[in-house]
C-alpha cells in the first residue's frame, strides 16, 4: 500500500507546470562542428526550410549556415537537416541598401557582394521562427513559416534605395542548371529553378515559386550573367553555360519600414505554388509566428520531461530536430510530382527527404511511438514510389532516387510499424516491394540490392566486384530478417523460412583468423590473401577501406542486431563477446577514414550511425550495468547545447532520436522486433503521452549524474527483473519505475535475457 501511494505522488506533479517546451529549443546546437543542421524556420515535417546561408560550398556547409561564419548571403526556403552531403538552398531572398549587387561575394570581403556582415548576438532562432539584424544594410530581418510558405518581414532604415532581390541561380552545392523568373505586375515574382544532384543523382529536380510583396514595387527589373536590365519583366537561363539570374525590386522606404514577402513553393508548377500561397491568406507575420509556435509547442508535448535545464535542452531540441524530415512534398489540394514525373494526388500529405540508412535505427521507431500516423503516410509514400518506379526508396529526395548508401531499409522501416500494430496501409503491396528489393538485381545502381544475385548464389557480396561489400551483405542480411517478419506475419510460412535463413548470411564474412567481418573475393578467398606478396596487413581500425561503409571492422563486426545470440556465438560465446566489446569501447587507436567518424569512444563512432546499437550489446551478455555507464557518457558527453552540440552529422533527426530513447531509459536495439532494451534514464520524470490518449510515465527515483546504475527496476508496480519491455507494455499506458544508484547492481536483469527472435 505504502509504494502504490508513493507511485501515485509521483505521478501527479505538486505544480502544474506552465513552462513552454518550445522555450528549451536551441535551433543553434548541431550549426557548428559537423552537425550540419540550420538554425531557420520551420514547422514540423514541413515542405519549407527557410534559413540563412553563410556558405554554399564545403562539408561543413551542406545546411548552408556554420555558426563560425560572420556574415550571410541571403535567406533560402530549401534545407537539409543534418546530412552528410549538401543540396537545396533554393530561392535566396535578400534585402539590400543603397547599393544592388547580383553575386554573394567572397566571405574575407562581403562589400564585394550582397553579402552581409552580421553578429551571433543580433541572431534569434526558435522554433517556427528567426532573426538577424545584417549590419552592413542596417535591416532586421525576420522569418517564420507555414508548411509550404515562407514568409519574410524586412525592417528597413529610411532610404531611397532599398532593394529585395531573389537569387535564382546560387544553390548549396552545386549551382542551378535552369532558371527562369517573371515579374508579375507590381508586387509578385514567379519563377523555377531546376538544379541538385544530391550524392550523385542522375537527374536534376525542378522547384516553382510564386512570391507575393506587400508593397508595390517602386522599380523592378532581372538580371543574366553580369548583365541588369531595369524594368525587365522575364529572364531565363536555359542551361549551365548561363550562369547568374535572378529578380529584383526596388523602394523608398522610412524609418523602420517594413517589408513583407510570401514565397509558396511547388513542385508541380508554378499554379501548384499560386494555390500553396492560400495557407497563408492575409499579411499579419506575428499571427503566423503565434501559429508556428503553438504547432511546435503541441508537438514537443507529445513528451513532457522533468530534470535540469541542460537536459531539458537537450532534450527537447532533439525532439525538434527529430520533427523536421521526412518533408511535407504534395501541395496544399494534394498534388504531387511522382518520380515517372507525372502528376499525382493524394488524400494523404504525400513525403520525400527519406534519409532510411540513418533513420530506421531510432528515428522511425520514434514516430512508430508518438508519431504513427505520420509513420503510416510515409510508409504509403513509399508505396507511391513504388508504383511509380518499381522499387522502394532507399535514399530519396525531391522525385528522385539518389546515389547514396546501401541496403533496402524501407524493409525495416515497414516491417517495423507492422510487428508494432500498425496495418493501416497496403500489406500485400508492401510485402511485394520487399521481396522485389531481396531477389530482383535492378538495372540502376540507385535502387534495389546492389550485387543481390551473388549474394543469393554465394551467400555474401564479393569484394572483388562490388565496393562496400561487407557492410551489404550485413545490411542485405538484417533487411532479410525484416522481411521474413513480414512474411510471418502474413502467413507466407515458406518465405519466413527462406529469408530467416538468409538472415544467417552475415556469418559467411566473419575471419576467426583475425576475429571481424572482412571481405571475400568471389572465390571464396579473403581480400588479403591477394596481397600478402605486398606485405599489406589487415588493419580493423582502418576505415578507407572500400569494404565498409563509413566505418571501419571494428564498428561493422557488430553489425547483427537480428541475431545477437547468433552473433555472440559466432565470436566465441559469452566471455570472449564481453571482452571484445571491451576492447572496442578502448582500443584508443586514430581512425583512418572520411570525416563522418566522429564522437569516438575507443572504436565506438557515436557520430555515425554504424555504432549506434553497440553500446546496448552488453545486455546480451550478462553486463547490463555496462551499457547503462556507456549510454550516460554518451548523453552526457557527446551532446551538449552550444552550436557544436552534436558530435557528428545530425542526419535527419537519426541522431536526436538516439538521444530522445537513451535518455528515457529504452532504446530500440533491432527494428522489426517488438521489444526495447533499458540503459539508463536521464530524467527523474518522463511522460509519454500516446497516440491513444494513454500515457507512459518514466520514473528514475534517485537518478543523478553519478546515481547512473539500475538497482531495480518495477513496471506498474510489480518488480521487472529483465533487461528488455515489450512495446506493447509500453502503448498500453503504465508505469516504469527505475531505482538507480551510484554502484552496478550486477545481479539484475543478468538471467532474464531478451529474446531470441532467429527461433
Excluded at 514547422?43 to 561543413?60: K, M, N, V, Y
Excluded at 532599398?162 to 523568373?181: C, P, Q, S
Excluded at 581512425?591 to 546499437?613: F, M, V
Amino acid at each position: 500500500m505504502k509504494r502504490m501511494i508513493f507511485l501515485l505522488l509521483l505521478i501527479f506533479p505538486i505544480l502544474a507546470s506552465s513552462e513552454r517546451k518550445i522555450d528549451y529549443v536551441n535551433p543553434f546546437i548541431g550549426t557548428g562542428g559537423h552537425g550540419h543542421t540550420f538554425p531557420g524556420a520551420v514547422l514540423p515535417f514541413g515542405a519549407i526550410q527557410l534559413s540563412p546561408d553563410t556558405d554554399i560550398e564545403g562539408w561543413d556547409w551542406c545546411s548552408g549556415y556554420h555558426y563560425s561564419d560572420n556574415s550571410i548571403m541571403g535567406f533560402s526556403h530549401t534545407h537539409f537537416s543534418g546530412t552528410g552531403a549538401a543540396d537545396y538552398g533554393e530561392i535566396r531572398v535578400m534585402p539590400l541598401v543603397d547599393k544592388l549587387a547580383i553575386v554573394p561575394g567572397p566571405k574575407n570581403d562581403p562589400s564585394k557582394g550582397y553579402r552581409s556582415r552580421f553578429r551571433h548576438e543580433t541572431e534569434i532562432a526558435q522554433p517556427g521562427y528567426y532573426s538577424v539584424f545584417l549590419d552592413d544594410y542596417k535591416v532586421l530581418v525576420e522569418l517564420t513559416t507555414s508548411y509550404r510558405v515562407g514568409f519574410h518581414r524586412y525592417t528597413f532604415p529610411k532610404t531611397d534605395s532599398a532593394y529585395i532581390i531573389i537569387d535564382l541561380y546560387h544553390r548549396i552545392g552545386d549551382m542551378a542548371e535552369k532558371a527562369w523568373v517573371r515579374i508579375v505586375g507590381k508586387d509578385e515574382i514567379e519563377g523555377y529553378i531546376t538544379g541538385g544532384h544530391f550524392c550523385g543523382a542522375r537527374d536534376p529536380q525542378t522547384i516553382y515559386f510564386v512570391a507575393k510583396f506587400s508593397k508595390p514595387f517602386k522599380e523592378f527589373g532581372t538580371w543574366k550573367m553580369f548583365k541588369i536590365t531595369q524594368n525587365s519583366r522575364e529572364e531565363i537561363m536555359r542551361t549551365k553555360n548561363e550562369p547568374f539570374i535572378g529578380a529584383y525590386a526596388k523602394y523608398s522606404t522610412k524609418d523602420k519600414e517594413q517589408i513583407l514577402i510570401k514565397v509558396a513553393t511547388s513542385y508541380t508548377g508554378i499554379e501548384g505554388a499560386r494555390r500553396n500561397l492560400q495557407e497563408i491568406p492575409h499579411w499579419d507575420f506575428d499571427k503566423v509566428r503565434k501559429e508556428a509556435q503553438e504547432i511546435w509547442e503541441k508537438e514537443l508535448n507529445k513528451i513532457e520531461v522533468y530534470g535540469n535545464s541542460i537536459d531539458k535542452v537537450k532534450f527537447y531540441t532533439a525532439l525538434y530536430h527529430a520533427f523536421i524530415h521526412p518533408s511535407i512534398f504534395s501541395d496544399i489540394d494534394g498534388k504531387y510530382i511522382g518520380m515517372d514525373d507525372k502528376i499525382y494526388s493524394s488524400s494523404y500529405n504525400h513525403y520525400t527527404v527519406f534519409s532510411l540508412w540513418d533513420t530506421f535505427r531510432s528515428l522511425h521507431p520514434l514516430f512508430i511511438l508518438i508519431q504513427p500516423e505520420k509513420n503510416i503516410d510515409f510508409i504509403k509514400s513509399f508505396l507511391d514510389i513504388y508504383d511509380q518506379s518499381g522499387w522502394l526508396p532507399r535514399w530519396h529526395k525531391g522525385n528522385r532516387e539518389t546515389n547514396c548508401m546501401i541496403g533496402t531499409h524501407a524493409d525495416s522501416v515497414i516491417a517495423d510499424a507492422l510487428v508494432k500494430g500498425l496495418k493501416d496501409f497496403d500489406l500485400e503491396k508492401a510485402y511485394k516491394a520487399m521481396y522485389k528489393n531481396a531477389m530482383v538485381a535492378s538495372r540502376d545502381f540507385n535502387q534495389g540490392r546492389l550485387g543481390i544475385e551473388d549474394y543469393k548464389k554465394l551467400g555474401y557480396v564479393p569484394a572483388d566486384r562490388y565496393n562496400q561489400s561487407v557492410s551489404r551483405t550485413l545490411e542485405y542480411a538484417y533487411n532479410d530478417f525484416c522481411v521474413a517478419q513480414v512474411a510471418k506475419i502474413l502467413g507466407k510460412e515458406e518465405d519466413y523460412k527462406l529469408f530467416l535463413k538468409r538472415s544467417l548470411n552475415y556469418k559467411n564474412l566473419f575471419d576467426p583468423r583475425e576475429g571481424f567481418m572482412r571481405g571475400k573475393r568471389s572465390d571464396g578467398g579473403w581480400v588479403d590473401t591477394q596481397f600478402l606478396i605486398f606485405g599489406k596487413k589487415f588493419d580493423p581500425t582502418d576505415a578507407t577501406s572500400h569494404h565498409y561503409t563509413e566505418g571501419n571492422a571494428w564498428q561493422w563486426t557488430f553489425f547483427a542486431p537480428h541475431d545477437p545470440y547468433g552473433l555472440i556465438k559466432l565470436l566465441g560465446g559469452e566471455d570472449k563477446f564481453r571482452k571484445k566489446l571491451d576492447e572496442f569501447f578502448t582500443t584508443n587507436v586514430p581512425i583512418k577514414g572520411p570525416p563522418d567518424i566522429t564522437g569516438l569512444i575507443g572504436q565506438y563512432a557515436h557520430g555515425n550511425e554504424p555504432s549506434h546499437h553497440i553500446a546496448y550489446f552488453y545486455v546480451y551478455v550478462r553486463e547490463p550495468w555496462k551499457t547503462q555507464g556507456l549510454v550516460r557518457k554518451i548523453t552526457e558527453e557527446l551532446y551538449g547545447i552550444g552550436p557544436d552540440g552534436l558530435c557528428g552529422n545530425e542526419d535527419c533527426g537519426q541522431m536526436s532520436a538516439w538521444y530522445i530513447f537513451s535518455s528515457l531509459g529504452f532504446y530500440p536495439f533491432c527494428p522489426a522486433t517488438p521489444i526495447y532494451i533499458l540503459g539508463s534514464p536521464t530524467f527523474e520524470k518522463a511522460i509519454i503521452h500516446l497516440p491513444s490518449e494513454k500515457e507512459f510515465i518514466i520514473i528514475a527515483e534517485n537518478v543523478s549524474r553519478e546515481n547512473k546504475y539500475v538497482q531495480e527496476v518495477y513496471l506498474n508496480g510489480k518488480p521487472l527483473n529483465r533487461t528488455w519491455i515489450w512495446h506493447e507494455e509500453i502503448i498500453n499506458g503504465g508505469i516504469l519505475l527505475f531505482k538507480m544508484g551510484n554502484l552496478p547492481n550486477k545481479n539484475w536483469g543478468i538471467e532474464n535475457l531478451p529474446p531470441d527472435f532467429m527461433k
